[in-house]
């Protein structure tokens, strides 16, 4: 008798099992659709990509008139990270949900050594049509945290190589703008302001 209630309650058991893995799937079947129809709307992409990298590219082109005699790589590195391992540095380097404002003082590290001074990033700019998209996955709650919103860009597998060319390199999945109060800053404001602005939700 209690090997049978025991069969019984192991079958009911598996029931109840089969019957949660079936009700995860469709959920997560449901959630699969409708994520990609929100990334979509949300994406930059088609003429408001072209609009955004042209003026960002008007703004990089006025601000080199102003950047002297420093080399145009070095310059570019002070204006921006690029990549997904230098954004990701940034941001873990910056405190936890505060606006930042650059700091003048020069920070040690526990080896005594001195560390590049923090500058922050004010936004960052992701490819979101990258494959595999684990490379990436990681930036949009990383910057959340930082309270650093993130602008998707997306042009039919092509947002990395768009976004490459801003930066002179042949592609870039992430690319953060460091805040140097220059007219970059300005056009990512006047963008951020707009309608437009992405949240990390995606």
């Not at 029931?15 to 893995?21: F, R, T």
């Not at 703004?59 to 145009?72: N, T, V």
């Not at 040690?108 to 590049?116: D, F, I, M, Q, V």
Request: aromatic share 2%; with cysteine.
């Amino acid at each position: 008798m209690e090997e049978i209630e025991r069969v019984w309650g192991l079958g009911i058991l598996s029931d109840i099992q089969g019957s949660m893995a079936k009700k995860k799937r469709s959920r997560i079947v449901t959630l699969s659709k409708v994520a990609p129809e929100k990334a979509s709307s949300d994406c930059y992409e088609g003429n408001r990509l072209d609009d955004l990298l042209s003026k960002l590219e008007r703004s990089i082109e006025s601000a080199k008139i102003l950047k002297g005699d420093l080399p145009e790589k070095i310059w570019i590195k002070h204006q921006f990270a690029i990549g997904v391992n230098d954004v990701t540095r940034v941001l873990e380097r910056m405190p936890r949900g505060e606006v930042q404002v650059p700091s003048k003082e020069d920070p040690e590290t526990k080896s005594g050594l001195r560390r590049a001074p923090l500058v922050p990033l004010q936004a960052v700019l992701l490819a979101s049509d990258c494959n595999p998209r684990w490379l990436t996955k990681h930036i949009p709650s990383l910057a959340s945290s930082r309270q650093v919103p993130v602008i998707f860009v997306k042009d039919n597998k092509g947002g990395s190589l768009r976004l490459g060319e801003l930066v002179n390199v042949k592609a870039a999945l992430a690319i953060g703008v460091k805040v140097r109060e220059s007219c970059i800053n300005r056009t990512i404001d006047e963008v951020l302001g707009g309608d437009a602005v992405v949240d990390d939700d995606v």
